[in-house]
């Protein structure tokens, strides 16, 4: 696609539901990452997919988040038993790994998660 | 992993004024990136710039990678400038964003 797609934009939720979010880099972009923006803060950088490589899960806050990406494009970011403090927004870039825009990231809009 | 600091935190401009950004970061890196995030929340690539000068328009950046920090100019600012600046720097794959500078650009 023309951008990096996120969807829902909008979750709302109750506590201790599951989740998932999903994101669809652009075309031909091999690397992939997902980030958490609470309200007013910096961004939390969470896990990145790189082509075939075993993904770097070392931003994941606990076990109840786990992330997948099949087939090297699309992204599902999956929330277990969702606690209030997980209401976030969660962003997806992607980036090109070579190239004149390698390794420059491309955000989408994002999903807004509230969990009541 | 890499720190990365951002200053000031906030900045209130009048319209026409100029401003610095500045980014430090606590490790060698090989990406280095400056972005906008519009009141709406979407963030905006301003500058890919692990080395040296850039400008686009009324905005320029600097990376002096030995020194280990970033500068981020923005001349002439316009009330469409408001929103948060972050810099965002990697030495290998993940790249980690500073807390941001809010800037906000009075009329």
């Known amino acids: 696609g023309a951008g990096v797609s996120q969807s829902p934009s909008n979750k709302v939720t109750e506590k201790g539901k599951d989740v998932e979010l999903r994101c669809d880099p652009i075309s031909g972009h091999t690397a992939l990452y997902w980030y958490r923006q609470s309200l007013g803060q910096g961004l939390e950088f969470l896990i990145y997919?790189?082509?075939?490589?075993?993904?770097?899960k070392s931003g994941l806050p606990s076990d109840r988040f786990s992330a997948e990406r099949t087939g090297g494009s699309v992204s599902t970011l999956t929330i277990q038993r969702t606690q209030q403090e997980d209401s976030a927004v969660y962003l997806c870039?992607?980036?090109?790994?070579?190239?004149?825009?390698?390794?420059?990231?491309?955000f989408g809009a994002g999903s807004r998660l509230t969990v009541l | 992993g890499i720190q990365v600091e951002q200053s000031p935190p906030d900045l209130i401009l009048q319209e026409g004024a100029n401003s610095t950004l500045r980014c430090n970061f606590s490790d060698s890196v090989n990406n280095l990136q400056w972005f906008h995030q519009n009141p709406w929340g979407q963030l905006i690539n301003l500058f890919y710039?692990?080395?040296g000068t850039k400008q686009n328009g009324r905005l320029s950046a600097t990376t002096v990678a030995t020194e280990r920090y970033s500068l981020l100019y923005i001349s002439s600012s316009q009330t469409t400038d408001s929103g948060v600046y972050f810099c965002a720097v990697a030495n290998n794959n993940d790249m980690r964003f500073g807390a941001g500078t809010r800037l906000t650009v009075k009329p």
């Open positions: 710039i692990p080395s």
């Open positions: 870039a992607s980036s090109p790994i070579s190239g004149a825009w390698a390794n420059v990231l491309t």
């Open positions: 997919f790189q082509g075939n490589s075993a993904p770097d």
